[in-house]
């Protein structure tokens, strides 16, 4: 069996840019791009950029540029430089020992000598279906990526922990007026997190309050429909987008037992990409509930291959690699 010396997992920027610079340092780079996976997490090909129509604050496009596409110019990049793409999961991992095992969705187990994972991280969302119909026109998860498409809009943020608060404070920048509808009657947030959303003039918060639906007029937002988590009454809210801030779920299940994992669920880091098991890397949205850009999700997966790099040029000194090429 061939020894592989860098497997990526994932393909959004944290993984591509990992293949671009591993393949630029001849490592010859597998990566496995995503889908489902038995555990039940979806490891989107491409990650969630996938479902950004616009990315405008990504360096080297003044114009901006689609999810899809950037994604895209990662990918042909990286395979300029040698990298191997293949449309797989990694369905199960057995890194007890040297080298590193991984069992294909299809069943082959490989072996390597590092292991990049940038499975990322999805966002929850309500689950009804109008989420879906307008996702990227009115609906999101990021206000970070998408607040500026919303200026002097009346916008919905969803949610009542930290992220939400965070979220309702900076779409102020832009809209018009900030809603935060609440399923309970005082929010999860830390207080002083909670005390800036409720003082803040640009921001009005309905407590006991359940999106029912996202309404529109088929193009895009036009309002949502509310209903009392106490009388089960319904009232519609006029608003130009709604914003999802009720957590992310980490790609990290296919790891449980074999890496240390945060209470959060993401991967903990040992350094700057080193994971608790030698030889296995982390980088973007899997290891990262803060930033969450493409920016730094790239970042963390230029690090990551360079740690990766680091541990084989170690390897291949001391001739650990020695009788598995």
């Given at each position: ?21 591993t393949g630029r340092a ?25 479902i950004t129509s616009e ?160 309404l529109g007029d088929g ?107």
């Amino acid at each position: 069996m061939a020894l592989h010396k860098v497997v990526i997992i994932g393909s959004g920027p944290a993984g591509q840019t990992a293949a671009i610079y591993t393949g630029r340092a001849r490592l010859a780079p597998v990566v496995f791009e995503g889908g489902f996976l038995s555990s039940g997490d979806l490891m989107t090909s491409g990650g969630q950029l996938m479902i950004t129509s616009e990315v405008e604050n990504f360096p080297g496009f003044p114009e901006g540029v689609t999810g899809p596409e950037l994604v895209e110019r990662c990918r042909e990049q990286a395979k300029r430089f040698g990298a191997d793409h293949r449309e797989d999961v990694i369905d199960e991992v057995d890194l007890g020992g040297f080298p590193l095992r991984l069992r294909t969705g299809g069943g082959e187990w490989i072996e390597a000598a590092t292991v990049i994972i940038a499975t990322g991280a999805n966002a929850r969302w309500l689950g009804i279906p109008s989420e879906q119909t307008y996702m990227n026109r009115g609906v999101s998860a990021c206000a970070t990526c998408d607040g500026a498409f919303y200026k002097d809009v009346h916008v919905v943020v969803v949610g009542g922990g930290d992220s939400a608060m965070e979220e309702a404070t900076f779409l102020t920048r832009y809209a018009s007026h900030v809603t935060v509808v609440h399923r309970r009657d005082s929010f999860r947030a830390s207080k002083i997190m909670a005390e800036r959303v409720q003082k803040h003039p640009k921001i009005s918060v309905r407590y006991n309050a359940a999106v029912d639906e996202i309404l529109g007029d088929g193009r895009k937002v036009t309002s949502v429909r509310l209903q009392s988590t106490v009388d089960g009454s319904m009232d519609e809210m006029a608003c130009g987008a709604v914003f999802m801030a009720i957590g992310h779920s980490p790609n990290t299940q296919v790891f449980r037992n074999h890496l240390e994992l945060r209470p959060d669920g993401y991967i903990a880091l040992k350094g700057w990409t080193q994971t608790s098991v030698p030889g296995v890397f982390a980088a973007g949205d899997v290891a990262d509930s803060r930033y969450r850009q493409a920016i730094s999700a790239a970042g963390m997966g230029c690090m990551a291959a360079i740690d990766a790099e680091k541990l084989v040029e170690e390897y291949e000194a001391t001739g650990r690699l020695h009788g598995h090429a």
